[in-house]
């Protein structure tokens, strides 16, 4: 976590008894999360995830959040749930920040995900693209192409202090990308985060989606462009294309790629690449005094650049 | 915790391979222990508590550990207990370092304590130094008057960079508790660290107490003489000697205090607050790069030697 707040006794003792859950036994900050602060609560009936929202989630955006939770809980979806309060309500304030209680979603997120651990990721992301296709709350995702812009604006002086020619190549990218950017593919609520700490697994088995707080509105191929980034390179930042396939395979078994998006894939997958790049470049330079988590390299999002653009098309991705 | 070790899937498999402990449901690093990384670990049939031991603590040193909390459990004292492998061991290795499953003391430390905490943190510690009575292994206590010198040696140039004079005041209270300090109080393993965050309460009573890292063989009194630097002062370093009564009070209704411990008490918690001083110095002056943990203000403790220092006698603990 980037930050970590601290939660007094009175105050803790004064928001559960906003709620049904119990009796509360054991209450630990867990190490999860970069923007938020999370504990794992149990009571004497169930253990949950008490998350206190810092500055870094728009407290505006939240009701979208945990709508989305309720949203996709209720179509069946394994994903952490909110719990709502005697009153109803899901969200309210706890240490000066907003804050709620998620159930708790059972499995741990791999190291080292497997060509198998891909096959289950695509297949839950069709599936959490259907099940949010009559989600009615919209958020625009401003981690998209204007974002980028904004991002790079404020990090482009002192890029080449990371790497050398990092700013030209940047620039050159993003000009490409806004260029070329599509304006028809399918649309709808998309993940837009789901690196493997963000997917649960029992064994081989995927028991959940978490971390639904970058979720908007966006090409779906999209969310498929970042699951690609993140989960089929190797730490060398070579490309596993076995992975890629049963990713995709296992995906178009749910919910069918079409042609458009196949072939908007290696544009897509430079977009995400540069959208992850450009975020780890500014924690990067904008290094916070006291952060709990040091910040990611962000040159290893340059290398996957790299390779998206260099690519001849989406069978590169072990797709016809 | 003050760094942080990641564990791999396979590694963590192969330790959990070990165990008769159910099938394993989640893994949570937890933001608890300044020494070692923690994990919340559940299993389909209860929750325990994954231990990595990290460099401070010394490798030779854990036999010790795992042997008391087995001998304070086998007591019926209510503390964490290692859990034994298939093979009988407690203590295996995990990531290149030293582990243990220990299982999960329910319970929260509490942030501010009143005096009703002191009570009952007064009645635990003594029934903790009745049921080490017969512990049979010893370990010295490497932080006691001996270690305070090299500690102070290693502070002592940069000390005043802290605060104008410190260096002298420190020097001049090392010198006097090393001629003073005694020699023949009752004995036994005392905890050493008994801080709020190693004391567990269910509402207003004691759970259990946790962290026996720094458990060694010393003056029962001086453990007395930790909690009263520990617990009974307030934020603002002012010395609320109701809580000090009430500790002293329920400690004696479980074990006396003889009245040359009592006669010890203003000595041994200027050596308690100097013992806190210098390690918390020695940490402010060697900050760890990528530490998680920021450390703790030294100041504080220069303010209750201070006190303790100007105490008439053991009476300003409430105790006649």
Known sequence: MAVYTEVGDEELEAFLAEYDIGTVVSCKGIAEGVENSNYLLQTDRNTFILTLYEKRVREEDLPFFIALMDHLAGKGLSCPTPVHGKDGEALRRLADRPAAIISFLQGMWVRKPTPQHCHGLGQALAEFHLAGQDFAMQRPNDLSVKGWHTLFADCAERADTVAPGLRDELESELNYLTAHWPGDL?????????????????????????????????????????????????????????????????????????????????????????????TRLYDWL????????????????????????DVGGPGAYGLD
Chains 1, 2 share one sequence.
């Open 186 to 278: 399918p649309s709808g609520v998309i993940h837009a985060d789901l690196f493997p700490d963000n997917v649960f697994f029992l064994g081989k088995t995927l028991s959940g989606l978490i971390d639904f707080y970058f979720a908007c509105n966006d090409f779906l191929a999209y969310d498929i462009a970042v699951c690609l980034n993140a989960w089929c390179f190797e730490p060398d930042t070579s490309f596993n294309v076995t992975k890629a396939r049963l990713m995709l395979q296992a995906y178009r078994d749910v919910r069918p790629i079409s042609s458009n998006e196949l072939q908007a894939l290696p544009l897509l997958s430079r977009g995400a690449a540069l959208r992850f790049l450009l």
């Open 286 to 309: 904008n290094q916070i005094e006291g952060a709990l988590v040091k910040p990611k390299d962000p040159i290893e999002y340059l290398r996957k650049i790299r390779f998206h653009r």
